[in-house]
Nanobody, 115 residues
Framework: QVRLVESGGGLAQAGGSLRLSCAASGSNFPINAMGWYRQAPGKQRELVATISRGGSTDYADSVKGRFTISRDNAKNTVDLQMNSLKPEDTAVYYC?????????WGRGTQVTVSS
């Protein structure tokens, strides 16, 4: 069972920055894709950014140019640097990891951006 623990959420002002981190543990196999989803109140969970084991990245159009995802394969961690935050970025952010055909999720961390 893979366990994911997020950290780094909180409150920021519009235009500010936050950095989210996620640490995975318990995997006996290499972790393939890792990334972040978010879910705002009353909305469906949406992909924010994903990164392959080889470092290929993909971003939601709404965050391109503002967010940067990175990972450390040796430490099984994935980070999300969020700059130029907007009120519409307010959501619970969930880390995920894809391991041999299964997705594992963290419990989420709240990000609130005030205008």
């Amino acid at each position: 069972q893979v366990r994911l623990v997020e950290s780094g959420g909180g409150l920021a002002q519009a235009g500010g920055s936050l950095r989210l981190s996620c640490a995975a543990s318990g995997s006996n196999f290499p972790i393939n894709a890792m990334g972040w989803y978010r879910q705002a109140p009353g909305k469906q969970r949406e992909l924010v950014a994903t990164i392959s084991r080889g470092g290929s990245t993909d971003y939601a159009d709404s965050v391109k140019g503002r967010f940067t995802i990175s990972r450390d394969n040796a430490k099984n961690t994935v980070d999300l640097q969020m700059n130029s935050l907007k009120p519409e970025d307010t959501a619970v952010y969930y880390c995920y990891a894809h391991v041999i055909g299964r997705d594992f999720w963290g419990r989420g961390t709240q990000v609130t951006v005030s205008s």
